[in-house]
């Protein structure tokens, strides 16, 4: 009997013996496919990063490519026409025609305007910025695409009655050469406006070529008031082409800007002659106001 458990234990022992041994393997092959999966995963992660890379520096190409796109389409803009044709100065303007004075409802100006990059150009009188192809302006049936951007010291402080110490003309026209502008009066305010600042930031001096600014878009809009009531002027453009029986939709609110950069402008842009200076500032005249 004794012999027979003696023997039994020794069994029982190597059985327990065996089944530790197994388990030792076992756990042994588990760790080792574990590690396996682990520097898999490791060889995958450092594969997709190497992708990630790749495509990051395709896209900073793309960008490059997108930036220089933009400027070719800017360039575009305007029949592909650069900022410095048609500079000069405007001869004596004619006396405005007074437009029809009546109550009727004005339409909404339907105004659809595109970002671009910066293209400026300092005439001496002023800071012409070109517009994004694609700028669209819309007064009841008839379309109008946008092209410049004039931005002009206001002498006196009043634009056509309306206090101004500077404004923005925003030229139009279609295919057919008609012309009208969108004008916004700008006051002094206690704020700097940030459009503003974006077309005072890099001004060429005057004599100088055109600068592009192709790390800065701008978006027309921006320089709009919120209210958008206006008042309609016809009268001819101070600034080249000096297009005569033109159209001006004036904001009847002004937008504001700071001190430093009606300043800023004066510093930068060369003042005009006394005759040109009188022409801007008088453009067009009150008379011609649509009540």
């Known amino acids: 009997m004794k012999a027979a458990l003696k023997l039994l234990a020794i069994l029982l022992t190597i059985i327990l013996i065996a089944v530790l041994g197994t ?25 997709q990063k190497n992708e990630i890379d790749t495509l990051e520096s395709e896209i900073e190409g793309l960008h490059d490519k997108l930036r220089e796109l933009q400027n070719k389409l800017t360039a575009a803009g305007a029949g592909g026409a650069s900022l410095a044709d048609g500079i000069g100065a405007c001869p004596s303007a004619a006396p405005p025609v007074a437009l029809e004075a009546g109550d009727t409802a004005r339409p909404n100006l339907g105004i659809r305007y595109q970002s671009g990059v910066l293209r400026v150009l300092n005439t001496g009188s002023s800071l012409r910025v070109a517009a994004a192809p694609g700028g669209r ?3 009841g049936a008839e379309m109008f695409d946008l092209r410049h951007i004039h931005l002009v010291r206001v002498e006196g402080g009043l634009l056509n009655g309306r206090p101004a110490a500077m404004a923005a003309h925003l030229l139009h026209s279609t295919t057919a050469g008609e012309t009208v502008v969108v004008t916004v009066p700008l006051r002094e305010s206690a704020f ?9 930031n890099d001004v060429p001096n005057f004599g100088a070529p055109e600068s592009a600014v192709a790390n800065i878009a701008m978006d027309p809009t921006q320089l709009l008031p919120d209210n958008r009531s206006y008042e309609v002027f016809r009268g001819s453009l101070p600034f080249a082409p ?22 800023r402008f004066v510093a930068r842009v060369k003042p005009e002659s006394p005759a ?16």
Request: hydrophobic share 40%.
């Open 137 to 139: 302006l819309q007064i």
């Open 23 to 47: 388990l030792s393997l076992v756990k042994t092959q588990q760790a080792s496919e574990t590690s396996r999966q682990l520097k898999q995963a490791v060889t995958r992660l450092t594969a």
């Open 192 to 200: 700097q406006n940030r459009t503003i600042w974006q077309l005072l």
């Open 276 to 291: 040109r200076a009188g022409g801007a500032a008088t453009m067009p005249a009150r008379g011609a106001a649509t009540r």
């Open 242 to 263: 000096c297009t005569a029986n033109v159209r001006f939709f004036q904001f009847a609110n002004p937008v504001g800007l700071s001190k430093d950069q009606v300043e």
